[in-house]
């Protein structure tokens, strides 16, 4: 069973920084792509971030320039540099993970809340 463990969520004013982690443990043969997603309330989940075993990476439009994702495959850990934080940005973000054990898996995290405030 694959688990994914998040952390790094909190508080920030406008303009801060924050950085996500999250590690991924137990029995997975390969991870093809990690990532970040989150939803504020009432909306729907929404792609932030991603990247591919090959470090291709995929942005939404509304954090490119500002966010940064990264992994360490030899931690199957996954990060996601948030900078110039705004209010918009609040959320509960998911970390994201697909890959392979005896076919195609796709696994999620509990959700790490960030709080940007004015």
């Known amino acids: 069973q694959v688990q994914l463990v998040e952390s790094g969520g909190g508080s920030v004013q406008a303009g801060g920084s924050l950085r996500l982690s999250c590690a991924a443990s137990?029995?997975?043969?390969?991870?093809?792509?990690m990532g970040w997603y989150r939803q504020d309330l009432g909306k729907q989940r929404e792609l932030v971030a991603a990247?591919?075993?090959?470090?291709?990476?995929n942005y939404a439009d509304s954090v490119k320039g500002r966010f940064t994702i990264s992994r360490d495959n030899a931690k199957n850990t996954v990060y996601l540099q948030m900078n110039s934080l705004k209010p918009e940005d609040t959320a509960l973000y998911y970390c994201?993970?697909?890959?392979?054990?005896?076919?195609?898996?796709?696994?999620w995290g509990q959700g790490t809340l960030v709080t940007v405030s004015s």
């Open positions: 137990g029995s997975i043969f390969s991870i093809d792509a």
């Open positions: 994201n993970l697909r890959g392979n054990l005896y076919g195609k898996i796709e696994v």
């Open positions: 990247i591919s075993s090959e470090d291709s990476t």
